[in-house]
């Protein structure tokens, strides 16, 4: 099952669907960035998800070939998760995010309106 179903048909709706779930870029931004990430890392990277949830996504993930499970049959067994190729599609994606994200972040949190010049309009 490489995407989840759109009831549209639709390509978009379909990868919209697979994003837009909770913590999924979020997942796919760590792994973008720490590349191949252990289980327990990752939830110690992700403030607030649960095991359950971080499974959910993962497990779905894994489904639609966006990353990889690696799991290695030792005591403790160890669980490695990476991206795929179609993961590694959507670098360019996520970075372009981040990108924006930085951006309205220094907009956001700019000093108070008495540091910058005053509008030539309300002189």
Do not use: N
């Amino acid at each position: 099952m490489p995407l989840p179903k759109s009831p549209m048909g639709c390509p978009m709706d379909a990868l919209f669907r697979l994003l837009a779930g909770p913590w999924t870029l979020y997942i796919l931004w760590i792994l973008r960035s720490g590349g191949p990430t252990r289980f327990g890392a990752l939830k110690r990277q992700i403030p607030g998800i649960s095991a359950k949830m971080l499974t959910e996504r993962l497990r779905m993930l894994e489904a639609a070939e966006v990353i990889h499970r690696d799991y290695e049959p030792t005591v403790p067994p160890q669980v490695t998760y990476s991206l795929t190729g179609r993961g590694a599609d959507l670098l360019e994606v996520l970075d372009q995010l981040s990108v924006i994200a930085r951006r309205w972040y220094e907009q956001d949190h700019q000093e108070p309106a008495l540091a910058r010049p005053p509008h030539p309009a309300r002189l």
